[in-house]
């Protein structure tokens, strides 16, 4: 009854450290392809010419008197308490919570699929946009735009 068991548990070992290892080489493989893939995608626009690929929703448009850059991003503008998720029990529309938590030391987002990015400049210029999705044009620094412009979509 014992060797019974001792081939059990050496089998379930060896299994554990089976999965165990195709978990670590499926982790490693995923981060080789993500830090892969800035390089691929820079060397795929240097080569074509192109600055972005033509799905992409931001366009960049250069400033031919200094050096930033200004693109567009479209997505939904909300608060970066809330992000795209807001509370339903506080019974206010997704405008007047991004303009409440704004009021309250938050600053305006924009979620852009599963990127969110804090609005910099001019609040009034997002203002009426608080909840909506919106195209905001502007310049990239880390995950904060620097606002130039805001229209609707």
Not at 117 to 130: E, H, I, Q, R
């Amino acid at each position: 009854m014992k060797s019974e068991r001792l081939w059990i548990e050496i089998v379930m070992i060896g299994a554990g450290m089976a999965c165990a290892l195709a978990l670590l080489l499926a982790c490693l493989g995923t981060v080789a392809a993500v830090a892969h893939e800035p390089k691929a995608r820079e060397a795929a626009s240097t080569d074509s010419g192109l600055l972005q690929s033509p799905q992409s929703s931001a366009r960049e448009v250069q400033e031919p008197a200094h050096e930033s850059v200004q693109r567009a991003y479209e997505g939904m503008v909300t608060c970066s308490h809330c992000g795209a998720r807001h509370s339903p029990k506080s019974g206010k529309s997704a405008a007047e919570c991004s303009r409440s938590c704004v009021y309250s030391g938050s600053q305006f987002a924009l979620v852009e699929g599963e990127t969110t990015y804090l609005l910099d400049g001019d609040v009034t210029v997002v203002k009426k946009f608080a909840g909506q999705r919106a195209r905001i044009v502007g310049e990239l620094s880390g995950n904060r735009i620097t606002v130039s412009s805001a229209s609707a979509t």
